[in-house]
C-alpha cells in the first residue's frame, strides 16, 4: 500500500509556463514534506520542503502548498524552464525516515 | 567536499549470483539509508542505519536481502542469490541525523540481473 502517490506519472509543459506537480498521502501522522528532483543517471536532489505547520513555502521559482484536510502537497514551477525537465518525487516524513512516490517525469518544452 | 560515493555504478550479473553494492557516505553524517527505485514503486527504503546501527529493515524484501554497516565511512547491501525481479537501481544516501536534515543521494547502482 502507497502512503505517498503521484498519481501523474508524466507532465508536459511548455517554457514559460507553470507546472503543477501533485501528491497524496495517506498518514495524518506525516510532519515534514519534501520534494526531490532527479535527473537521469544521477541520485535525486533535495529541492523545497514544508513543516505539516505551513500551508505554503516559497523559494525562488518553486512553491510547495500543503493542503492538511485533503492530505495533499502540490509543487507549483513558474516560470517553468526547460532544464527543469526531470524527474520529480515528494516524500513525507514519518516514524523517523522519508516515504517517496513514484515520481513525476516533467518535460519542459521549448 | 565529495558526496555520496556508490560502486559499482552498473553491474550485470545472472541469476542465482551474488552481488554486492557499496556505499560511502559523507563524512560526518550518522544516518545511511538504502532504497531501491523501480518503475511501479518509486523510491523504496530498505533499510536505514544510525550511528551504524540498523533501525528500521523492514523495507528489505526476503532474506536474500543483507546490508551491514561496519563502521562510520562503509555499508554494503548485498543479494544473494540474485534474481531477475532484482534488477532496479539501487541508492545510498546519508544525512546528518533522522530528523529535519536533507537527504543526500549518491548516484545509484544499476543493477541488471539476467
Known amino acids: 500500500d502507497q502512503q505517498v502517490k503521484q498519481n501523474s506519472p508524466s507532465l508536459s509543459v511548455q517554457e514559460g509556463r507553470i507546472s503543477i506537480l501533485n501528491c497524496d498521502y495517506t498518514n495524518s501522522m506525516f510532519d515534514y514534506f519534501l520534494w526531490y528532483k532527479k535527473y537521469p543517471a544521477e541520485g535525486p536532489t533535495f529541492l523545497i520542503s514544508?513543516?505539516?505547520?505551513?500551508d505554503k513555502n516559497e523559494d525562488g521559482r518553486f512553491t510547495v502548498f500543503l493542503n492538511k484536510s485533503a492530505k495533499h502537497l502540490s509543487l507549483h514551477i513558474v516560470p517553468s524552464q526547460p532544464g527543469d525537465s526531470a524527474v520529480y518525487f515528494c516524500a513525507a516524513r514519518g516514524g523517523g525516515k522519508l516515504i517517496f512516490g513514484q515520481g513525476t517525469e516533467l518535460s519542459v518544452k521549448p | 567536499d565529495a558526496g555520496v560515493i556508490q560502486s559499482p555504478r552498473h553491474e550485470v550479473t545472472e541469476m542465482g549470483q551474488e552481488v554486492t553494492l557499496r556505499c560511502k557516505p559523507i563524512?560526518?553524517?550518522?544516518?545511511l539509508f538504502w532504497y531501491r527505485q523501480t518503475m511501479m514503486r518509486g523510491l523504496e527504503l530498505l533499510i536505514y542505519f544510525n550511528n551504524n546501527v540498523p533501525i528500521d529493515d523492514s523495507g528489505m524484501p526476503e532474506d536474500r536481502f543483507s546490508a551491514k554497516m561496519p563502521n562510520a565511512s562503509f555499508s554494503t547491501l548485498k543479494i544473494q542469490p540474485s534474481e531477475p525481479r532484482d534488477s532496479a537501481v539501487y541508492f545510498c544516501a546519508s544525512s546528518f541525523s533522522t530528523g529535519l536534515e536533507t537527504q543526500y543521494f549518491g548516484p545509484g547502482t544499476r543493477l541488471t540481473v539476467l
Open positions: 514544508i513543516s505539516s505547520i505551513k
Open positions: 563524512s560526518g553524517h550518522n544516518s
